[in-house]
């Protein structure tokens, strides 16, 4: 996983894959998807303490953990889900 660390660099990363509404991408249906996140500890993507910040195209989601930290995971897999981490940063970093 690509770790950014400036604001400038999760914006370009968000130009080319732009974020849309969490709500499009369904991932409760799936139960428990363990994803690696960006402050290091693997947590489910369904859990109650991750919030879904939003979505893109095409099986991706940006998550938010309770260290406050974003991952954006692709979801892969037909019937049974996996997730791979793509990039993460510190949510403080858009601040
Ligand atoms: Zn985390």
Do not use: W
């Amino acid at each position: 996983m690509e770790i950014l660390t400036s604001k400038t660099e999760v914006r370009e990363k968000l130009k080319k894959n732009p974020l849309q509404a969490a709500h499009l991408l369904r991932l409760s249906g799936y139960g428990s998807i363990k994803y690696i996140c960006a402050c290091g500890e693997t947590h489910d993507a369904n859990g109650k303490d991750i919030s879904c910040k939003g979505s893109a195209k095409p099986f991706k989601a940006l998550l938010k953990c309770t260290n406050n930290f974003m991952t954006m995971i692709k979801i892969e897999g037909f019937f049974k889900k996996k997730a791979v981490s793509e990039y993460g940063f510190k949510a403080s970093v858009m601040d």
